[in-house]
């Protein structure tokens, strides 16, 4: 079965500094998606980030970048001057090797930003 | 509000009892998905719609669930005969092609 590798189920991090969230997959396409998902406490999931594995670039927003190691079937979530409402669970998720785009996800890791 | 919107937030059911979900995704997305996470994990897939058609169903859904989405609009998950097993946050996404957006998901509590 495809699966989805955390390896960190709890991670702290002082604020305004950097942490780094590990995730790997497996997957034997060449062509999919990868995403990191937030879901705060008691509110609904969102999307961080997401790359597309035909891309060399590792994709960035603001604060959240990646590190797509295609070989390795390594996707790490880098989040640079944390702030406080970082604090949440983080997923790493995979398309499934269908057409569905249906996501299967990692365990999580639990993010605390501390003041 | 155009997110997508789930009903209710909270369910607490007694065993052996039906209870019914329902989902309203972003109306241009034509693709849904119901998902269930427990405590500690992540979200497991349980089955989607492109449009109307259900086209696939997780070995998680038994027999005792059954998900509807009539007209290709909202989407229903009823869960017959409730066991405490069932107890979990119920998701659901809506997408136009590889993104998902999510829903604040039901949390069924089965006692």
């Known amino acids: 079965a495809q699966t989805v590798t955390q390896s960190q189920p709890e991670m702290s991090v002082q604020e305004a500094e950097t942490v780094t969230l590990s995730c790997t997959y497996d997957?034997?396409?060449?062509?999919?998606?990868l995403f990191w998902y937030k879901q705060p406490p008691s509110r609904q999931m969102i999307l961080v980030i997401r790359q597309e594995a035909y891309k060399q670039q590792n994709a960035t927003e603001n604060r959240f970048s990646v590190n797509f190691q295609k070989a390795a079937k390594s996707f790490s979530l880098k989040i640079s001057d944390s702030q406080l409402g970082d604090t949440a669970m983080y997923f790493c998720a995979s398309e499934a090797m269908d057409s569905s785009y249906k996501l299967i996800f990692g365990s999580g890791t639990r993010l605390l930003v501390r003041p | 509000d155009t997110g997508v919107s789930q009903d209710p937030r909270h369910k607490i059911t007694k065993r052996g009892q039906n209870v019914t979900f329902r989902c309203d995704p972003i109306?241009?997305?034509?693709?849904l998905y119901w998902y269930r996470q427990t405590l500690g994990q992540g979200p497991e897939f349980l089955t989607y719609?492109?449009?109307?058609?259900?086209?696939?169903k997780s070995r998680l859904l038994s027999d005792r669930f059954s998900a509807e989405r009539p007209k290709g609009s909202f989407s229903t998950l009823e869960i017959q005969r409730t066991e405490q097993g069932d107890s979990a946050m119920y998701l659901c996404a809506s997408s136009p092609g590889p993104e998902a957006f999510f829903g604040q998901g039901t949390r069924l509590t089965v006692v």
């Open positions: 997957t034997s396409e060449n062509n999919y998606y």
């Open positions: 719609f492109q449009n109307e058609a259900q086209l696939e």
């Open positions: 109306s241009e997305h034509n693709r």
